[in-house]
């Protein structure tokens, strides 16, 4: 009897590789020189971010089954306690605010279906609305009715992408239609960035998280439909001027000022330089780069980061692997760069965020088992920023390889030689090197097609002047 999907997956044994996870990065947060770090008031983690990587779910872009609602959310309340470090979803939600939080605060969540056939995820939003009304405020938890959900600038309704009252009760669902200046009613604030109008509930609001999709766009923007450009749906701009726009509405004003969080929702997605519109796409690299027995095709990421920019890097990441093109610094689109103080970008230069993948705290989770170091899995050694990672997922075959090298001011190639102790050449793999980590699957099949067996190997990096060595047993 052949398995289905999910039965297939359920049935293998899920992978906890070894990541590596970063130090917290701490850097001064003076913001009166000019290019010095300025993070906002609320991002309480610069560089840190969780990934999390599921793909025992099936649901649709608008909704599911109750088993699936079930995994999206579990992914939302394992990443917010992994990115916090709490034990309990109330706590890690309650730890990203500050102390001002109270009953009477007014968060607002902004959200994004201008392609109503890929949405924000229902589930990914419900998992957060659910996790806000576990935090413990005062006598009480946080009210439903002191959270909005807004979006802007389209004529789809909240109903059509599956976002029913029936699924987030108590909630406001705010929806402005067509491209009417922000706010409805005429009064102008004067605090938005470059001074324009923007959407009366962010105005209101005391926190702001955004939740926005996994998108490409095959115009401006620069071939992305992602976290900053979700801020078309708080303002109301012309585009004449598309990259600064999106700098500006991040770096400045209300968006700057009270964003505490920003979870992309990657369950689908659309590759780089495709859309707005239209139906998800499949995803062939990206994830067998988290799970080599992936079935589904689709992204199935959440991404979750208090900083802004390194929740974008991450969403451009899973992008550029999937277009198999690079994702350093110097080749990330202006807005990103001209928002986390690198020069020469657009003028001026803000710096908010962490966009070097080397200074990052990256923290992953793949199909519900947190990646580390510790345990059955062989320490990684570790060189001057660089290291070599071999793991194996127990009881698979497939051995993933992962490289953390210098940021690289250009692309690289890379070669893995897997010799016997004794010398004898196993296999060869060659690793297009696109960015500071890089992590591949190799088969275990020799150079001449055959099954490796267990034992003993050495595998050897080389790329450019850089070689790591790395000795492990594969089982």
């Known amino acids: 009897m052949s398995l289905s999907r999910r039965t297939f997956l359920?049935?293998?044994?899920?992978?906890?590789?070894?990541?590596?996870?970063?130090?917290?990065?701490i850097i001064g947060k003076d913001k009166t020189s000019p290019g010095t770090f300025s993070p906002s008031p609320l991002n309480k983690w610069p560089g840190r971010c969780?990934?999390?990587?599921?793909?025992?779910?099936?649901?649709?872009?608008?909704?599911?089954?109750?088993?699936?609602?079930?995994?999206?959310?579990?992914?939302?309340?394992?990443?917010?306690?992994?990115?916090t470090g709490e034990v309990t979803v109330g706590n890690a939600w309650?730890?990203?605010?500050?102390?001002?939080?109270?009953q009477s605060s007014i968060i607002a969540i902004k959200v994004c279906f201008l392609n109503n056939r890929l949405p924000s995820h229902p589930f990914v939003v419900m998992g957060?609305?659910?996790?806000?009304?576990?935090?413990?405020?005062?006598?009480?938890?946080f009210p439903a009715s002191n959270i909005t959900i807004y979006d802007g600038n389209n004529s789809n309704s909240f109903s059509s992408v599956g976002f029913t009252q029936q699924r987030f009760p108590g909630i406001t669902l705010q929806h402005y239609s067509g491209r009417e200046v922000y706010p409805i009613g005429g009064t102008n604030y004067t605090d938005g960035a470059r001074n324009l109008p923007y959407s009366p509930v962010l105005h209101d609001a005391d926190f702001l998280i955004n939740?926005?999709?996994?998108?490409?766009?095959?115009?401006?923007?620069?071939?992305?439909?992602?976290?900053?450009?979700?801020?078309f749906g708080t303002y109301n701009p012309e585009h004449t001027q598309y990259p600064e726009y999106l700098r500006d509405y991040n770096c400045t004003g209300p968006v700057y000022q009270k964003t505490v969080l920003t979870v992309i929702s990657a369950l689908f997605g659309k590759k780089e330089g495709s859309g707005p519109g239209g139906?998800?796409?499949?995803?062939?690299?990206?994830?067998?780069?988290?799970?080599?027995?992936?079935?589904?095709?689709?992204?199935?990421?959440?991404?979750?980061?208090t900083d802004p920019v390194t929740a974008e890097f991450q969403a451009i990441k899973i992008l550029r692997i999937e277009g198999n093109r690079s994702y350093t610094v110097n080749n990330l689109p202006r807005y990103l760069r001209a928002s986390a103080g690198v020069t020469g970008a657009l003028d001026?230069?803000?710096?908010i965020g962490i966009i070097n993948e080397e200074q990052m705290d990256c923290r992953e989770i793949i199909n519900k088992k947190e990646t580390t170091e510790a345990g059955s899995f062989l320490m990684h050694d570790r060189s001057a920023g660089m290291s070599l990672m071999v793991h194996q997922n127990p009881g698979y075959p497939d051995v993933f390889i992962e490289m953390v090298l210098p940021q690289l001011?250009?692309?690289?190639?890379?070669?893995?030689?897997?010799?016997?102790?004794?010398?004898?050449?196993?296999?060869?793999?060659?690793?297009?090197?696109?960015?500071?980590?890089?992590?591949?699957?190799?088969?275990?099949?020799?150079?001449?097609?055959?099954?490796?067996?267990?034992?003993?190997?050495?595998?050897?990096?080389?790329?450019?002047?850089?070689?790591?060595?790395?000795?492990?047993?594969?089982?």
Request: hydrophobic share 35%.
């Open 348 to 351: 001026p230069t803000y710096n």
């Open 128 to 141: 957060i609305v659910e996790g806000l009304q576990q935090m413990s405020i005062g006598n009480g938890n």
């Open 94 to 102: 309650k730890a990203l605010f500050p102390s001002s939080l109270s």
């Open 211 to 231: 939740a926005p999709n996994l998108r490409g766009h095959s115009s401006h923007g620069e071939g992305f439909t992602l976290g900053f450009k979700s801020h």
């Open 409 to 475: 001011s250009e692309i690289i190639p890379g070669k893995i030689v897997v010799v016997t102790p004794q010398g004898k050449r196993v296999a060869e793999i060659y690793v297009p090197l696109h960015g500071v980590r890089t992590r591949i699957v190799w088969n275990r099949k020799d150079r001449y097609g055959r099954n490796v067996g267990p034992g003993t190997y050495v595998f050897r990096l080389a790329a450019g002047n850089i070689s790591l060595v790395k000795k492990v047993i594969l089982r």
């Open 279 to 305: 139906a998800p796409e499949q995803f062939t690299r990206y994830p067998l780069t988290k799970d080599p027995a992936d079935e589904t095709r689709t992204p199935n990421t959440i991404i979750m980061s």
């Open 50 to 83: 969780v990934l999390n990587f599921n793909n025992q779910h099936e649901s649709v872009p608008t909704g599911g089954s109750a088993e699936d609602e079930a995994v999206v959310k579990r992914m939302v309340d394992d990443s917010i306690k992994l990115l």
């Open 10 to 25: 359920k049935k293998s044994v899920h992978f906890a590789g070894a990541a590596a996870i970063a130090p917290q990065v």
